[in-house]
């Protein structure tokens, strides 16, 4: 059997518990004796005087709250995290992100130059478009149509590899040497 809750025993007590209520309150002893229990200490709570406090209470009430609450608010956070100096921050950095995007970026000109075989030498630089755009091209093509590196473009990327690079290149390409030789 369910008994009755706290909110429904305070319903009995106003009088406006429901017909169910009211049906198991009639027969259940215990229920009966926790509203006798509370509607006497309800009574009592209505009997005793409670003093009006003085004129100054709430507006010492009010300040001894405000400096609890700034007390708490400073402790643990260092002054510069507080938000009255994290939004400015944000703001500023929520625009400059935006002018970043909305400002548009001027692309550097990238100059192709194509030249009938044996022709002058393209740029390092324009061989790196070139091959940005087209993608994936082999030498034999390249050639075909025209476009050729500077001779020491193969030495110059070896020597900016790294000594790790270095290793790796170098055991990749004995490898080769070996799988050629059989």
Request: glycine residues 4%.
């Amino acid at each position: 059997m369910r008994h009755l809750t706290s909110d429904e025993l305070l319903d009995a007590v106003e009088g406006v518990l429901d017909a169910e209520g009211q049906a198991h309150l009639s027969s259940c002893e215990t229920c009966q004796l926790q509203l006798a229990d509370l509607s006497r200490v309800l009574g009592e709570a209505k009997r005793v005087s409670v003093p009006e406090p003085s004129p100054l209470f709430w507006q010492h009430f009010s300040r001894r709250v405000a400096l609890a609450i700034d007390e708490e608010s400073t402790r643990g956070w260092p002054t510069w995290l507080r938000w009255q100096v994290l939004l400015p921050l944000g703001a500023v950095a929520l625009v400059v992100v935006a002018l970043m995007i909305a400002v548009p970026k001027k692309a550097p000109a990238v100059e192709l130059a194509v030249a009938p075989p044996a022709a002058v030498d393209v740029a390092e630089d324009s061989w790196v478009a070139f091959a940005e755009l087209v993608g994936d091209v082999d030498l034999d093509t390249a050639a075909a149509a025209g476009i050729f590196g500077k001779p020491d473009i193969a030495e110059r990327a070896v020597l900016e590899l790294t000594a790790e690079e270095q290793q790796e290149l170098t055991r990749l390409l004995r490898a080769e040497l070996q799988r050629a030789k059989s």
